[in-house]
C-alpha cells in the first residue's frame, strides 16, 4: 500500500487549496478513504471520510461546509477541497485507509496565514 499526498502549501485565512492523494497497492475503488490531520501540539484527528464508491461523505464539525471529499476511482486518487481555511486549518493532513490494519501518506503541510 503505499499512499502519497500532494497540494498543500502557505495561503491567507479565507484562501483555498485542494489536497490529493495517489493510492497504490491495493484495490483503492474497494476501500473507504479517509483525511486526518495533526496541528501543532495537537493530537491527529479524523477530518473526513469517503465510502469506497463515493455516495457517503462525513466530516469533523469543524470543516462542514468548508472542506469537501471526493474520490476517482478511475485515477485512483481521492481529494480533499478546502475552502474558506482558517488559521486553526494549519496541520500536516494525512490520506489514510485501513485496509487489515491503518495505512498513512507521508502527509502534506498546510499553513494558514491570518
Known amino acids: 500500500v503505499q499512499l502519497v499526498e500532494s497540494g498543500g502549501g502557505l495561503v491567507q485565512s479565507g484562501g483555498s487549496l485542494r489536497l490529493s492523494c495517489a493510492a497504490s497497492?491495493?484495490?483503492?475503488?474497494?476501500?473507504?478513504m479517509s483525511w486526518y490531520r495533526q496541528g501543532p501540539g495537537k493530537e491527529r484527528e479524523l477530518v473526513a471520510g469517503?465510502?469506497?464508491?463515493?455516495?457517503?461523505?462525513n466530516y469533523v464539525d469543524s470543516v462542514k461546509g468548508r472542506f469537501t471529499i471526493s474520490r476517482d476511482n478511475a485515477k485512483n486518487t481521492v481529494y480533499l477541497q478546502m475552502s474558506s481555511l482558517k488559521p486553526e486549518d494549519t496541520a500536516v493532513y494525512y490520506c489514510?485507509?485501513?485496509?487489515?490494519?491503518?495505512?498513512w501518506g507521508q502527509g502534506t503541510q498546510v499553513t494558514v496565514s491570518s
Open positions: 489514510s485507509v485501513f485496509r487489515l490494519r491503518r495505512y
Open positions: 469517503i465510502s469506497y464508491d463515493g455516495r457517503s461523505t
Open positions: 497497492g491495493f484495490t483503492f475503488s474497494a476501500y473507504s
